[in-house]
């Protein structure tokens, strides 16, 4: 049996539960009372999960875990391990029946079962069963099989090649190629003492030096280099007004040139001080003419370039990085090629000089520097150099070549030697024939399973289903004019009388659902003895005439389950299965925790709006009606003067049920409370103060309105106020009353 909920995180109003340590544990019968909103609902569906063996899809992240009474926890992560539990609540309505079109899900109860087809259905299930472990067995065998080559094959890859030739990333998935390549002839590939010596000496030379790469060079073309200077240096500036003193003087004029964006806005020379002529600076404009400025441009634009075609060239080994026999002749070309590039370097240079020289001679022609372009020679230069490196490279590749034969070669005298001693080739054709054995076991159990299916659903009966349901109908409501019919598409039809019912009440509804549920519960598929059932308020939806009933059926067809949870928010129900739990204990006033067979519990909400577990309070196992004790409740805090949390939390929806239960039994009308309040409460402030008090702090409209909690003096001031007011409507009644709870 489950004997406590250890805990409840993040499940709706079970935030964080924890279960006290002072609280009596579950029994085998279970009655949990508490009003609507309390946490019931969500209660059940804790253990629904459990029962679905999956979490709630509202409430994914939760935690749960219920104890047994032998110490084992189920968690709500592993549900599937959890005891059958059978929950009826709104959420089994909901997906189980459907009233939309007057039918509901079916049901099948094993019902008369042919003899025959029961004697075969057993043969067959235990061939069955004979199949399934004789497979087990022989998937086992094979599994053995192919562990002990997976085995083989990783000792051989690490003993004989991993380890003593230090091939680290080398494994079983590499060395299983080479024995499936060596299993025809083992015998082919097997090594006598010296050769394998000879190719373990070659395997591990590490005389190898790495490869290089071939040297690419790109460069400028000196050619269109000195073409493009040549051109520049003949261009002759046309100005509009030279001014002869700076065509005399290169220097002056470039002087003057550099010093002009100084003076764009001003009349004063920035160098002296003194007041420049009216007319110099159009001078200087008709001096440094626009052709002028291009031609400056474009030298300082080729001189640029000319610099960074000087600073070309290539990156090239060490003489080290090449075999000891190339390195000299690597030396030579490197030296060689060095110097042509030095040369290339010093003719750009002259270049670079004559375009400097131009820009202080911008109206005079100059002539190119003359030199010799070594470009040609520079390219051989290279391809001498790469021709050393690609000899080194082959000499590089040969080494691995040969290296690699003497590894295969390696390689393939141990995956033989594994075929020979291991009996590989043996080993496999044993687990070939156990799968072609484990396949033909798995058909015939395939075939088997449809036999079975076929046999149950002969022996199963949709209208014995059908008849149980209807016995339970007519048990609850003490007659049959509701019942269920099957229909020829095997589905649940509810019937009134002789016709299809199109229309039920909500009652209705609940008692098709519950007396669907026992059918269930009952169907022989699992033993009722070996069932948790969680029923949650079965009588929300129903007549109180109906309440007997219902107790009646809870009583006579789920007593006899493994462990009975029952919660309501009626306090009528809640008496009668009091009366039930009285009859069982003898003594109900005694501590629960010396109670055999029964657990009361009371589920509420808490100051911060999380639900809680408690041991009921001795008030409701001591009064027989809600209106009693919601007196009692009203009459303690009127005499204590104050409360904890909890009670000043509950206390306006206290306040609200006495006064509806006293209005209705008082005042029998038909108008609401506020109608019966203006007879109840003369007084129009007084009136207007209770009604502001039930109603603001007992309806859950908003987050902030449901966590409030009201004024200890507010409290006591309104609840004096209703206890005068029930004793001024009859002062002998009211005090029988409080002689009678308190």
Not at 370 to 386: H, W
Request: aromatic share 8%.
């Amino acid at each position: 049996m489950i004997r406590r909920i250890q805990q409840i995180k993040a499940f709706g109003v079970f935030a964080d539960y924890q279960w006290p340590s002072n609280l009596p544990e579950f029994k085998q019968f279970n009655l949990i009372y508490g009003w609507n909103y309390s946490g019931k609902t969500t209660l059940s569906r804790v253990f629904r999960c459990f029962e679905q063996k999956q979490p709630h899809v509202d409430f994914a992240g939760a935690q749960v875990q219920l104890r047994a009474d032998d110490g084992k926890v189920y968690d709500l992560s592993t549900p599937h391990s959890a005891p059958m539990i059978r929950v009826f609540n709104s959420d089994f309505i909901r997906e189980n029946l459907s009233f939309t079109d007057g039918s509901a899900t079916p049901i099948l109860v094993l019902g008369v079962e042919d003899i025959a087809k029961q004697q075969a259905l057993e043969a067959k299930k235990k061939e069955r069963e004979a199949l399934k472990l004789s497979m087990e067995s022989n998937t086992q065998k094979k599994n053995g099989k192919e562990e002990d080559i997976e085995k083989g094959l990783t000792k051989y890859a690490r003993d004989f090649i991993k380890n003593p030739l230090s091939e680290v990333n080398y494994d079983r998935r590499r060395f299983e190629p080479k024995v499936i390549e060596c299993k025809a002839t083992p015998e082919q590939h097997l090594l006598c003492d010296e050769v394998m010596a000879e190719c373990l000496a070659v395997y591990r030379s590490t005389d190898k030096k790495a490869a290089l790469s071939a040297k690419v060079l790109s460069l400028s073309p000196v050619a269109e280099l000195k073409r493009k200077t040549a051109l520049l240096l003949a261009r002759v500036v046309t100005a509009n007004n030279p001014i002869p003193r700076l065509k005399e003087s290169p220097a002056v004029e470039a002087s003057v040139n550099q010093g002009r964006p100084l003076h764009a806005a001003t009349d004063t020379c920035q160098f002296c001080g003194q007041s420049l002529p009216e007319d110099l600076l159009d001078q200087l404009t008709g001096h440094f003419s626009a052709d002028y400025e291009n031609l400056m441009a474009e030298l300082r634009s080729l001189i640029k370039v000319i610099e960074a075609a000087q600073k070309e060239g290539v990156a090239l080994d060490h003489k080290t990085d090449f075999y000891v026999e190339l390195s000299e002749q690597f030396t030579r070309k490197k030296g060689n090629l060095d110097n042509l590039l030095e040369a290339r370097k010093t003719a750009l240079g002259k270049l670079v000089a004559a375009l400097s020289a131009k820009q202080t001679k911008a109206f005079t022609i100059l002539e190119c520097p003359t030199f010799d372009d070594p470009t040609e020679q520079i390219i051989s230069a290279v391809e001498a150099v790469n021709t050393i490196i690609t000899e080194h490279n082959k000499r590089t590749t040969d080494f691995d070549t040969k290296r690699k034969e003497a590894f295969s070669r390696l390689e393939k005298h141990y995956a033989a030697l594994f075929v020979r001693e291991e009996k590989y080739s043996e080993s496999l054709l044993k687990i070939e024939d156990l799968k072609k054995t484990i396949g033909e076991q798995s058909k015939k159990i395939g075939e088997l399973d449809n036999e079975i299916r076929k046999l149950e659903q002969a022996l199963s009966e949709a209208a014995k289903g059908a008849e149980r349901i209807n016995d339970l109908l007519a048990a609850y409501f003490g007659k049959d004019d509701l019942r269920v019919a099957v229909s020829p598409e095997k589905r649940f039809q509810i019937m009134r009388g002789a016709v299809v019912a199109k229309i039920l009440s909500e009652g209705e509804k609940t008692a098709i659902a519950f007396a669907y549920f026992i059918t269930r519960v009952q169907d022989g598929r699992h033993p009722l003895s070996d069932t948790r059932v969680v029923v949650d308020d079965p009588i929300s939806s129903l007549d109180a005439n109906h309440l007997f009933n219902t107790y009646a059926l809870i009583k006579t067809q789920l007593a006899g389950c493994c462990q009975l949870f029952i919660s309501t928010h009626s306090f009528e129900f809640y008496n009668l299965i009091r009366e039930w739990v009285a009859d069982d204990e003898k003594d109900i006033k005694k501590p629960q925790v010396n109670w055999k067979k029964w657990g009361v519990f009371l589920v509420k909400r808490t100051d911060s709006g999380k639900a809680v577990i408690e041991e009921i309070p001795k008030e409701l196992l001591k009064f027989k009606s809600e209106y009693h004790y919601l007196f009692s409740t009203l009459c303690l805090f009127e005499k204590s003067g104050a409360g904890d949390f909890d009670c000043l939390l509950s206390l306006p929806n206290v306040v609200r049920r006495f006064m509806e239960a006293f209005g209705g039994i008082m005042i029998p009308t038909s108008t609401g409370l506020k109608g019966k309040m203006d007879r109840i409460f003369p007084d129009e402030v007084v009136r207007e103060r209770v009604w502001k008090f039930i109603n603001h702090y007992s309806h859950n409209t908003t987050i902030t309105r449901s966590l409030a909690i009201p004024d200890t003096s507010e409290c006591k001031s309104v609840v004096q106020a209703c206890l005068k007011a029930v004793e001024d409507w009859d002062t002998d009644y009211f005090r029988d009353f409080e002689a009678e709870v308190m």
